[in-house]
């Protein structure tokens, strides 16, 4: 599989100022240590001013909020002597290899070879993909294409990738999305179509593409002279189908910014490096040498089951902390579960726990940890996917209304209605759905979102209510007949 290399120079330009930008940033957040912190907690005993928490609350301030919190999350780090590259730290580096392996494995079973054409494609793919989730530009990716005989094979083979994008943020990064269909105006320029699936973020109520698979045709096995040999009729000379596809570390910066909060980020167990964080708690400079050792011994032995049960656990046994700063510590890295194992739990046999999504707490016996734990940490999962996922349906409104449209956005929702998929009247969409209040910011303090909305896909399940040769487009200008319901929303 092509490792990432090819950038094209304009999105190598852009990405470098949106991290130099991002950088002097959190260097000015981290001097400010002054400022009320949110989350988090200050470091007790020792430098009592070394701050960990966010500054400022998702919900008032958003890229600012991203910006501190993928540095003190300890996924990316900036550096200062070469302007414009960071590196992903372990965390971060661990997400992006559980993602591999799974994509990896999967097109495996498709029997897809990685074969090699002239690499003009991905640096165009890339520059095409303009909008970066900040911080995570420029973006490691794969860029694969695969060539086949036929139309047909080329297309299963599409919507097979794109099933696998869709399984990468549903069932890794508990991140629900839409699959459907670019329009014209959004699709892959020179393509022949292009499938994609969308995620939401509510906190904005913006729409971003998840990730894309293009049907190229055959427009550039022609233009490049691509050919393999007709099975069928020996002697002639087929262009092949091609297909693009490829993923990048783009969608980290989608999961960080669905699942965090304000205590800093919130991992989903199935890539969370560490998922769980053990840390023995309620020992006291009264307790005699020996106590201590037994009590740490069993903490060991916690361990040790734990791992046999193949769970990622970890022991925070840093001395001259606080139980108070390690649990903030690891709710700012997202850390699905706290484990706490003190003398009163020894006494009972059990540990406290408490799930860093809801903050719910319990305790769990011993002997019961190898199962209780894995299947907490699927509820975990399954809960954080649960909860986005409804975000996403109650914000996707079915509108039959023009001037429902603007209000609807302004609330944080992404629209579903006729449309013509007609590109003049996409443009046209886009001018007349910009926010008057544009640029203004609003009672609570925030900036009223300005921008128009743009198409985000053709879902592939559509709903009903659509009658083909009578429904018209609900642009009031257009006229049209409509072909579908089109998802539009403000969007990355
Ligand atoms: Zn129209």
Same mark, same amino acid.
């Given at each position: 599989m092509a490792e990432p290399q090819e950038q094209s120079k304009s999105?190598?330009?852009?990405?470098?100022?949106?991290?130099?930008?991002?950088?002097?940033?959190?260097?000015?957040?981290?001097?400010?240590?002054?400022?009320?912190?949110? /989350?988090?907690?200050?470091?007790?005993?020792?430098?009592?001013?070394?701050?960990?928490?966010?500054?400022?609350?998702?919900?008032?301030?958003? !890229?600012? #909020? &991203?910006? +501190?919190?993928?540095?003190?999350?300890? $996924?990316?780090?900036? &550096?200062? +002597?070469?302007?414009?590259f960071y590196i992903l730290r372990p965390a971060a580096m661990h997400i992006w290899n559980e993602i591999r392996a799974w994509f990896q494995e999967r097109i495996q079973d498709m029997g897809v070879d990685e074969t090699s054409f002239p690499m003009f494609l991905s640096a165009k793919s890339l520059e095409k993909e303009k909008e970066h989730v900040e911080g995570f530009a420029p973006e490691l990716a794969w860029v694969t294409k695969a060539a086949h005989l036929t139309e047909k094979l080329a297309e299963e083979e599409v919507l097979q990738i794109l099933e696998l994008y869709a399984g990468v943020y549903e069932q890794l990064l508990a991140v629900p999305v839409v699959r459907g269909r670019k329009t014209e105006n959004e699709k892959f320029a020179g393509g022949y179509w292009t499938s994609t699936c969308e995620a939401y973020i509510p906190t904005n109520g913006r729409g971003i593409q998840g990730a894309t698979s293009h049907a190229l045709g055959q427009n550039f096995s022609k233009m490049f002279d691509i050919t393999v040999e007709d099975p069928e009729k020996k002697g002639d000379k087929i262009h092949v189908w091609q297909n693009s596809w490829g993923l990048s570390t783009r969608v980290i910066g989608v999961m960080v910014m669905l699942h965090g909060d304000d205590k800093g980020l919130v991992l989903p167990p199935r890539v969370s490096k560490i998922q769980a964080i053990l840390i023995p708690v309620g020992i006291t400079a009264k307790m005699s040498p020996e106590d201590k050792?037994?009590?740490?011994?069993?903490?060991?032995?916690?361990?040790?089951? *734990?791992? *046999?049960?193949?769970?990622?656990?970890?022991?925070?046994?840093?001395? /001259? &902390?606080? !139980?108070?700063?390690?649990?903030?510590? #690891?709710?700012?890295?997202?850390? !699905? $579960?706290? *484990?706490?194992?003190? !003398?009163?739990?020894?006494?009972?046999s059990v540990v406290s726990y408490a799930r860093r999504d809801t903050g719910a707490k319990g305790t769990i016996p011993i002997d019961e940890l190898a199962t209780q734990v894995p299947a907490l940490l699927q509820t975990i999962q399954q809960d954080l996917y649960n909860k986005a996922d409804e975000a996403y349906k109650s914000h996707r409104l079915q509108l039959t209304e023009w001037e429902k449209v603007v209000p609807a956005l302004d609330s944080r929702n992404v629209v579903l209605i006729p449309f013509c998929e007609e590109a003049p009247c996409e443009e046209r969409i886009k001018e007349m759905t910009k926010s008057e209040n544009g640029g203004e910011v609003g009672p609570d303090g925030r900036q009223l979102p300005s921008m128009g909305m743009k198409s985000l896909c053709i879902p592939f399940k559509q709903p009903e209510g659509l009658v083909q040769g009578e429904t018209k487009c609900l642009n009031p200008e257009c006229g049209k007949l409509a072909k579908s319901w089109t998802m539009f929303g403000r969007s990355y």
């Open positions: 999105a190598l330009k852009k990405a470098e100022k949106q991290a130099k930008m991002a950088a002097a940033k959190a260097e000015k957040a981290a001097k400010t240590a002054t400022l009320p912190v949110v /989350g988090g907690a200050a470091k007790k005993g020792g430098d009592s001013k070394e701050i960990i928490g966010i500054t400022v609350s998702k919900e008032t301030d958003f !890229p600012q #909020w &991203y910006q +501190e919190l993928v540095i003190k999350a300890e $996924l990316v780090e900036y &550096y200062s +002597e070469i302007s414009g050792d037994a009590h740490m011994k069993r903490v060991d032995e916690i361990r040790a089951s *734990l791992k *046999l049960a193949k769970v990622r656990v970890d022991v925070d046994s840093r001395e /001259g &902390y606080t !139980p108070g700063f390690k649990f903030a510590d #690891w709710e700012m890295k997202g850390v !699905p $579960l706290r *484990l706490e194992f003190g !003398p009163k739990d020894a006494a009972n």
